[in-house]
């Protein structure tokens, strides 16, 4: 990557300041050298305890890649430190997107046990250990617990964004364990400063971006423009082979601007409904996606083009910055690095996910993508109403999207989870305005960036699993 060099990978990942953080270390026993793998960490930190456990949620079929879940595992780690704190964090597993070949490699169930035991891994590696703060924890736990996926899987190429899911709830653990030793008490005090130019945003309002799986009618899509929203994840991509897969994704476009090409929002500044397709790497070719761009000028629906997110997969390195339009990068944008190269490729737009991961690499990535002037928006894993919280966090603070008036969240939770009213009981400040979306967009006050959105609260609901 001819524009990251060491200078800028030691900026952007933080590495410059851990301390103590090995990778490898080597021992004598009886005269031989033996390595340990295990990450050795230093730090003011130290964790005495972790536990973990998980809750499974029913979905309504949510259908992408040429696939669907049907539930969605929550993780739940618990990190103690020496003085007595104890901090609980939360994930949702997102298998599917994180790696499809996992996905269809086992059971659905099996799939998310593989993940949590990844999460497992990183709980035990930590144990015992220092750290200083959680970027430094991170950094040096993701080698390892990637290493680990791969071994458990037999799959020598898994995917880095499953290690980094996998991590999500560890992470979060860490950042409020991190935040009672420091008696931080909002989000704004909890960013480091070498990230906190790319977070330095306060919208007042943040668009909730609903998601509608492959196959969804215009009817219904027309029916959330009704309500208020303006601005939706399309996920196109269609099951079959490349030219089936183009013809209904076509038509799917047709039928959309049909039904609310026509529709107008006070949140764009040409006052016209944004499209924001996202085809998870279906596309095997720039030329069938240019294809797709053709049918969209001549039906007139091209200037509502927003971003169209990971079009291809991630093993398709083709300049993309040449079709006239914005294309985003989501899973392939695993670490900074990765981000780095995207944007050298002509990704001119980046989906970040705090919940799916990591805030630690998220922060990296914002920054980034704020000094290369290069646009984020907060994308969603389907998570539960306490993850959105820490999404919303983000997505309150990154700068406006161009041609957008509020700060971009996609959180599509309230359309997928059975039990969705059940888990949004659980949250510490349930019946806040800004919690629910109202006509399409989260109404963000002084209250909201007071409480950080209640992510820095205890939920009772969590800790009774512990007894905390």
Same mark, same amino acid.
């Given at each position: ?146 290493? @680990?996926? &791969? %071994?458990? +899987?037999?799959?020598?190429? /898994? ?6 899911? $996998? ?115 279906? @596309?095997? &070719? %720039?030329? +069938?996606?240019?294809?797709? /761009? ?6 007139? $629906? ?167």
């Amino acid at each position: 990557m001819k524009d990251l060099n060491r200078r800028d990978f030691v900026k952007y990942s933080g590495m410059a300041g851990a301390v103590g953080l090995s990778g490898v270390s080597t021992v004598k026993s009886s005269g031989t050298e033996i390595k340990n793998t295990k990450p050795i960490l230093t730090g003011s930190i130290k964790i005495k305890n972790v536990n973990a456990n998980f809750e499974r949620e029913p979905l309504n079929p949510y259908r992408f890649k040429g696939s669907a879940i049907t539930e969605a595992w929550q993780g739940i780690s618990l990190l103690e430190s020496d003085s007595g704190i104890k901090k609980i964090g939360l994930s949702t597993q997102g298998v599917l997107w994180s790696d499809s070949k996992v996905f269809a490699g086992h059971s659905e169930s099996a799939g998310n046990a593989i993940m949590y035991a990844m999460s497992e891994h990183a709980l035990q590696i930590i144990k015992g250990q220092s750290f200083t703060d959680p970027v430094q924890l991170m950094e040096s736990l993701l080698p390892e617990v990637w290493a @680990y996926g &791969k %071994k458990i +899987t037999g799959n020598p190429d /898994l995917r880095k964004t499953f290690a980094l899911n $996998a991590m999500v709830s560890v992470d979060n653990a860490a950042w409020l364990l991190y935040a009672a030793e420091n008696k931080i008490k909002t989000f704004d005090d909890l960013i480091p400063q070498a990230y906190r130019a790319g977070l330095s945003t306060r919208h007042t309002k943040v668009a909730s971006i609903p998601s509608f799986s492959v196959g969804t009618s215009a009817e219904k899509i027309k029916n959330a423009a009704d309500e208020g929203y303006f601005i939706m994840k399309l996920k196109t991509g269609a099951p079959g082979t490349q030219p089936e897969m183009l013809a209904k994704d076509m038509a799917f476009l047709t039928a959309v601007h049909k039904a609310i090409g026509h529709y107008k929002t006070p949140y764009t500044l040409n006052g016209k409904i944004p499209y924001y397709f996202d085809a998870n790497g279906r @596309y095997e &070719k %720039k030329e +069938t996606l240019l294809r797709f /761009l053709d049918h969209a000028k001549k039906i007139g $629906a091209f200037d509502q083009l927003a971003v169209i997110e990971e079009p291809f997969d991630e093993s398709n390195e083709e300049y993309v910055g040449d079709m006239g339009v914005r294309v985003a990068s989501d899973e392939s944008a695993h670490t900074v690095e990765d981000a780095a190269k995207r944007i050298e490729m002509g990704y001119s737009a980046i989906a970040v996910k705090a919940i799916a991961k990591t805030l630690s690499m998220t922060m990296k990535i914002t920054q980034l993508a704020y000094e290369k002037k290069v646009p984020c928006f907060c994308a969603d894993l389907t998570v539960n109403p306490i993850l959105v919280e820490w999404n919303k966090n983000i997505a309150a603070r990154l700068p406006a999207f161009p041609g957008m008036t509020v700060g971009l969240q996609e959180a599509n939770g309230h359309q997928y989870y059975k039990n969705w009213d059940k888990m949004a009981s659980h949250h510490p400040y349930a019946n806040a305005s800004w919690v629910k979306a109202k006509k399409g967009v989260f109404e963000l006050n002084d209250d909201y960036y007071q409480k950080s959105g209640g992510i820095l609260e205890p939920v009772r609901h969590y800790e009774e699993m512990f007894n905390v």
